[in-house]
C-alpha cells in the first residue's frame, strides 16, 4: 500500500530535477572593467545587444560559454526566461536585419575565465563557487532586486 511517508518520498523526488540543475550562477566582470554593480536590466541589455559598452564606457564583451554547456542554459532562463533555442533565433534575426553581434562564445569554461581575465570590458556568467580574484561579481540572480 502507498503509505504517506512513501508518497511524500515519491513527490520530493519527482522535484529533484526541477531543483537539481539550477546552478548558483552570479554575473561577473573583470575588475579593469569600472564596474562595481549591474542591475538585471543592464546586464540583459548587454546580453542581448541593445548596448554595447559596459556602463563605465568600456566596449562591452560579453562572453557566452559553448551552446551544449548547461550553464548557458541556466543563465538565459534566469535572465530572460527564454530557451537556447529561443536565443539562437533572437540572435539569427537580430544578426539578418543587420543589428548587434551576439556574445563571443568562448570554447568552455577555461577559455572564457581566460577571456574574462585578460580583457578589461569582457563580462561573463559563471558559478560562484568558480569566482576568484580574476573576476568581480557585478551581478547576482540569488540576491533580491534593487
Known sequence: PLT??????????ACLPLT??????VVVANPKSGIDQMSRKEVTFVFMGRWRQLPSGLPAMPIDL?????????FYRQLV???????KAYWSRLMFSGGARPPVAAGNAEEQMKLLSN??????????AAVDGRFKIVFDFSSPPQ
Open 66 to 74: 559553448p551552446d551544449e554547456n548547461p550553464q548557458r542554459a541556466d
Open 119 to 128: 580583457t578589461p570590458g569582457a563580462i561573463g556568467y559563471m558559478e560562484r
Open 20 to 25: 537539481a540543475g539550477a546552478a548558483d550562477l
Open 81 to 87: 526566461n527564454k530557451s537556447p533555442s529561443e536565443i
Open 4 to 13: 504517506m511517508r512513501k508518497l511524500i518520498r515519491l513527490l520530493a523526488l
